[in-house]
């Protein structure tokens, strides 16, 4: 196990490291030093401030020196400055995170509910009529552009049931510690279109791993031993079949920066993926670079944390 | 009448039991999986109909420029005077504008037909990049192996670590975006699945006595990649295709929308509904219904049909993309 981990671990950092590399030339290369720290320096571009940026990033200095710098910094946690905002990235990273992480993990826990719920609905009556309900809802969902989606909701409910929905606002975010109601209130439709879009997968994985598992010997065996259905559904058939929803579920919540993307920009929530959007809106390239490693560290850090509980739980998984 | 059936067909006494004509001298027939798939494929109602609506969104995309004509309208062109209220927003489907028209009174039913040419341009060619990129990376690395296979993983592992959108928009925004832009973006980004499919599915037959009896003859490994192997995983690529063609459509309306996708004025449907998303409060619901509805009845129906074949191809089922 504990070789496993070592490899894992610096598999996981080599891929960071060589991400890092892909995302620097993807910003630093340029015509030219000018011509970089003026992209650097945004719509608000002063010669004091290319020449400062020059300065700062070591612009003049090779390419392999420019990316040890900034790497350097990464290293130590310092995702640069925003001169268009006068503020660390960091600091407006900072401000962002919460209302992406309020997104997500709500969304999270329906989708994730739901899927398992349906998946297992289907599986244990498959080819009925609710499972090919679930399934062409499932098809349909995940046919959907999370966009029309979102914007079919707001149709819905904010406007068409407008009279007997008023608690349903659309557009903004209230923060948890501020006022506990309105959080839950302005993020129901984000999580909902958010959830619907994402479930789809999970009740197809569900429903397909479950059928697999239904059909091994031991569920026979506690069958003919008399166990009831539902506690064979629930105590042996489903913890077996749940672990690769788990898997998927570390590794979707690790790709969530994308998916919030359009979500947080639909829905007025200032979020990280609402903050990147601004950002290519005014050219603030300190900040799209910023969240864009931040976005690699997470998938990566996801993937391993998903594949060493894997390990933990499947022991033939180590041997590779 | 001998215990034993007649293979040959010869026995009178036999009946077709679906025509119920009697089989006179009729042999049976070898059927390759192809025409197994091809032949569960027809008797399923549901990709008949998927095939059928990917048929006609495929005609009025290339007929737009007709349905221009008969309306009179082109896709940019603006009509200040019938085309908008008094106060400039816009007018609602009638029998000049079909489906309305938009902010800018431009026709949107036209529109609609020219944001489909897009669409299906996209979702095409962006596949066709991802399914080419994929086999080519599948097959070496699943016929060779070794460290080929372990540098193409680790290739894969970094286009992975960083969300598809979030490369996708640093991407078209450091680039500057177009049309052949978003295709080679969505393209690229995306060929880590089939790649992954092709990879699999080459490492399970390449042990098998025909590849051994080809090296024998002293095949090349090029020759036996594309030759032999290639042509066992292509129901798997013909899957993967067709899943990911609306994935391509929903990844380019999504970039537009986000405005970083195909520039204005080219209509496009994520762009028409990035636009829309401003007027439907207004009670300008057409704007935002007709696109949306084309967007997710193509991408629907290239779904549909992809799951159909996927379950022709494999009858015990799967999941969606599972």
Same mark, same amino acid.
């Given at each position: 196990?504990?070789?496993?981990?070592?490899?894992?671990?610096?598999?996981?950092?080599?891929?960071?490291?060589?991400?890092?590399?892909?995302?620097?030339?993807?910003?630093?290369?340029?015509?030219?030093?000018?011509?970089?720290?003026?992209?650097?320096?945004?719509?608000?571009?002063?010669?004091?401030?290319?020449?400062?940026?020059?300065?700062?990033?070591?612009?003049?200095?090779?390419?392999?020196?420019?990316?040890?710098?900034?790497?350097?910094?990464?290293?130590?946690?310092?995702?640069?400055?925003?001169?268009?905002?006068?503020?660390?990235?960091?600091?407006?990273?900072?401000?962002?995170?919460?209302?992406?992480?309020?997104?997500?993990?709500?969304?999270?826990?329906?989708?994730?509910?739901?899927?398992?719920?349906?998946?297992?609905?289907?599986?244990?009556?498959?080819?009925?009529?609710?499972?090919?309900?679930?399934?062409?809802?499932?098809?349909?969902?995940?046919?959907?552009?999370?966009?029309?989606?979102?914007?079919?909701?707001?149709?819905?409910?904010?406007?068409?049931?407008?009279?007997?929905?008023?608690?349903?606002?659309?557009?903004?975010?209230?923060?948890?510690?501020?006022?506990?109601?309105?959080?839950?209130?302005?993020?129901?439709?984000?999580?909902?279109?958010?959830?619907?879009?994402?479930?789809?997968?999970?009740?197809?994985?569900?429903?397909?791993?479950?059928?697999?598992?239904?059909?091994?010997?031991?569920?026979?065996?506690?069958?003919?031993?008399?166990?009831?259905?539902?506690?064979?559904?629930?105590?042996?058939?489903?913890?077996?079949?749940?672990?690769?929803?788990?898997?998927?579920?570390?590794?979707?919540?690790?790709?969530?920066?994308?998916?919030?993307?359009?979500?947080?920009?639909?829905?007025?929530?200032?979020?990280?993926?609402?903050?990147?959007?601004?950002?290519?809106?005014?050219?603030?390239?300190?900040?799209?670079?910023?969240?864009?490693?931040?976005?690699?560290?997470?998938?990566?850090?996801?993937?391993?944390?998903?594949?060493?509980?894997?390990?933990?739980?499947?022991?033939?998984?180590?041997?590779? | 009448?001998?215990?034993?059936?007649?293979?040959?067909?010869?026995?009178?006494?036999?009946?077709?039991?679906?025509?119920?004509?009697?089989?006179?001298?009729?042999?049976?027939?070898?059927?390759?999986?192809?025409?197994?798939?091809?032949?569960?494929?027809?008797?399923?109602?549901?990709?008949?109909?998927?095939?059928?609506?990917?048929?006609?969104?495929?005609?009025?995309?290339?007929?737009?420029?007709?349905?221009?004509?008969?309306?009179?309208?082109?896709?940019?062109?603006?009509?200040?005077?019938?085309?908008?209220?008094?106060?400039?927003?816009?007018?609602?489907?009638?029998?000049?504008?079909?489906?309305?028209?938009?902010?800018?009174?431009?026709?949107?039913?036209?529109?609609?037909?020219?944001?489909?040419?897009?669409?299906?341009?996209?979702?095409?060619?962006?596949?066709?990049?991802?399914?080419?990129?994929?086999?080519?990376?599948?097959?070496?690395?699943?016929?060779?192996?070794?460290?080929?296979?372990?540098?193409?993983?680790?290739? #894969?592992?970094?286009? &992975?670590? =960083? !969300?598809?959108?979030?490369? *996708?928009? +640093?991407?078209?925004?450091?680039? %500057?975006?177009?049309?052949?832009?978003?295709?080679?973006?969505?393209?690229?980004?995306?060929?880590?699945?089939?790649?992954?499919?092709?990879?699999?599915?080459?490492?399970?037959?390449?042990?098998?006595?025909?590849?051994?009896?080809?090296?024998?003859?002293?095949?090349?490994?090029?020759?036996?990649?594309?030759?032999?192997?290639?042509?066992?995983?292509?129901?798997?690529?013909? #899957?993967?295709?067709? &899943?990911? =063609? !609306?994935?391509?459509?929903? *990844?380019? +309306?999504?970039?537009?929308?986000? %405005?970083?996708?195909?520039?204005?004025?080219?209509?496009?449907?994520?762009?028409?509904?990035?636009?829309?998303?401003?007027?439907?409060?207004?009670?300008?619901?057409?704007?935002?219904?007709?696109?949306?509805?084309?967007?997710?009845?193509?991408?629907?129906?290239?779904?549909?049909?992809?799951?159909?074949?996927?379950?022709?191809?494999?009858?015990?089922?799967?999941?969606?993309? #599972?």
């Amino acid at each position: 196990m504990i070789w496993f981990l070592v490899r894992r671990t610096i598999q996981a950092i080599v891929v960071l490291w060589v991400s890092s590399i892909v995302i620097f030339l993807l910003f630093y290369l340029g015509p030219g030093p000018n011509q970089v720290a003026r992209t650097f320096a945004g719509r608000l571009a002063t010669p004091a401030r290319i020449a400062q940026i020059k300065h700062d990033l070591h612009l003049d200095q090779p390419l392999y020196l420019q990316y040890g710098h900034w790497a350097g910094n990464l290293l130590q946690g310092n995702l640069g400055y925003d001169y268009y905002k006068g503020q660390s990235v960091n600091s407006v990273i900072g401000s962002a995170a919460p209302e992406t992480i309020s997104l997500v993990l709500g969304a999270a826990i329906i989708w994730i509910a739901y899927g398992v719920f349906s998946g297992v609905v289907s599986a244990v009556k498959p080819r009925s009529f609710v499972d090919r309900a679930f399934t062409a809802s499932a098809l349909f969902f995940y046919s959907m552009a999370s966009f029309v989606l979102g914007l079919s909701l707001i149709w819905i409910f904010a406007y068409k049931l407008s009279p007997v929905t008023t608690f349903f606002p659309f557009h903004g975010y209230v923060s948890i510690t501020a006022n506990p109601g309105q959080w839950f209130e302005y993020l129901i439709l984000p999580w909902l279109t958010l959830a619907l879009v994402s479930a789809a997968t999970y009740t197809r994985l569900t429903r397909s791993s479950m059928l697999e598992v239904l059909g091994e010997d031991y569920i026979k065996t506690a069958r003919s031993k008399g166990m009831s259905e539902k506690r064979l559904i629930t105590r042996h058939a489903l913890r077996a079949a749940l672990t690769p929803v788990v898997t998927l579920a570390g590794l979707d919540i690790g790709t969530s920066l994308g998916g919030v993307i359009v979500i947080e920009v639909l829905f007025g929530i200032p979020g990280l993926g609402w903050t990147l959007v601004q950002a290519i809106d005014v050219q603030d390239d300190p900040i799209i670079l910023g969240i864009t490693v931040l976005a690699a560290v997470f998938v990566v850090v996801a993937n391993l944390i998903v594949d060493i509980l894997y390990a933990a739980l499947d022991p033939r998984v180590r041997l590779y | 009448m001998s215990m034993v059936p007649d293979i040959t067909g010869t026995d009178p006494g036999l009946e077709n039991p679906l025509t119920g004509a009697g089989l006179v001298a009729k042999k049976i027939q070898g059927r390759s999986p192809w025409r197994l798939a091809y032949e569960r494929l027809r008797q399923d109602r549901a990709a008949k109909i998927a095939f059928a609506t990917i048929v006609v969104i495929v005609l009025l995309a290339i007929f737009a420029p007709v349905f221009a004509t008969i309306t009179g309208h082109g896709p940019n062109q603006q009509f200040i005077t019938i085309g908008e209220n008094a106060n400039g927003g816009p007018v609602p489907p009638s029998g000049t504008f079909w489906f309305g028209t938009d902010s800018n009174g431009r026709d949107l039913f036209v529109r609609i037909l020219y944001g489909a040419r897009i669409s299906l341009t996209v979702g095409v060619l962006a596949t066709a990049i991802s399914i080419a990129l994929g086999v080519l990376f599948g097959l070496v690395a699943g016929y060779i192996g070794g460290w080929v296979d372990s540098l193409i993983a680790r290739l #894969v592992d970094v286009m &992975l670590s =960083i !969300p598809f959108l979030v490369l *996708a928009i +640093a991407l078209a925004y450091r680039v %500057g975006p177009s049309l052949w832009v978003v295709i080679f973006i969505v393209g690229v980004l995306s060929f880590t699945y089939p790649a992954r499919i092709v990879r699999g599915q080459v490492i399970s037959i390449k042990g098998k006595e025909y590849i051994e009896a080809a090296r024998a003859l002293g095949s090349g490994p090029w020759r036996i990649m594309f030759i032999d192997l290639l042509p066992n995983v292509m129901a798997q690529v013909i #899957v993967y295709g067709t &899943l990911l =063609i !609306p994935l391509a459509i929903v *990844a380019e +309306a999504t970039l537009s929308y986000l %405005g970083v996708g195909i520039p204005p004025p080219t209509s496009d449907w994520g762009a028409m509904i990035s636009d829309a998303s401003g007027y439907f409060q207004y009670g300008y619901w057409w704007y935002l219904l007709f696109p949306s509805v084309a967007l997710l009845i193509t991408t629907l129906a290239f779904n549909i049909l992809g799951d159909s074949v996927r379950d022709a191809f494999d009858p015990r089922g799967g999941g969606l993309f #599972v």
